[in-house]
């Protein structure tokens, strides 16, 4: 009888009283490792694309960043000298920040 008792508290203690393992808690923790593995891969991507597309945590690109992007691919393709490069870039500055 003492046997029979033993064997049952081991079964319960290692089982569960529903029928479930000490692993049944692996699988939740499973999950969320992968749910947090795609989070860190994709969530980074995504967040290093908008920020190189002018999205961020403040919106959009101001029209002054832009028109100075603008400006500055302008000038690297040579449409325009630096003389007049920076001028404009005197200009835009001004501007925005009055």
Do not use: C
């Not at 529903?18 to 699988?27: A, D, P």
């Not at 002054?64 to 500055?93: N, P, S």
Request: proline letters at 4%; glycine letters at 10%.
């Amino acid at each position: 009888m003492s046997a029979t008792l033993a064997t049952a508290l081991v079964a319960t203690h290692f089982v569960g009283p529903w029928g479930f393992g000490w692993w049944f808690v692996l699988i939740p923790l499973f999950w969320i490792l992968v749910f947090v593995l795609i989070f860190a891969i994709f969530g980074r991507r995504w967040r290093r694309a908008a920020a190189e597309n002018g999205y961020g945590p403040y919106g959009r690109r101001s029209p002054a960043r832009q028109a100075e992007t603008t400006l500055a691919e302008r000038f690297a393709k040579g449409d325009i000298d630096e003389t007049e490069y920076r001028a404009r870039l005197e200009v835009l500055r001004a501007n925005a920040a009055g």
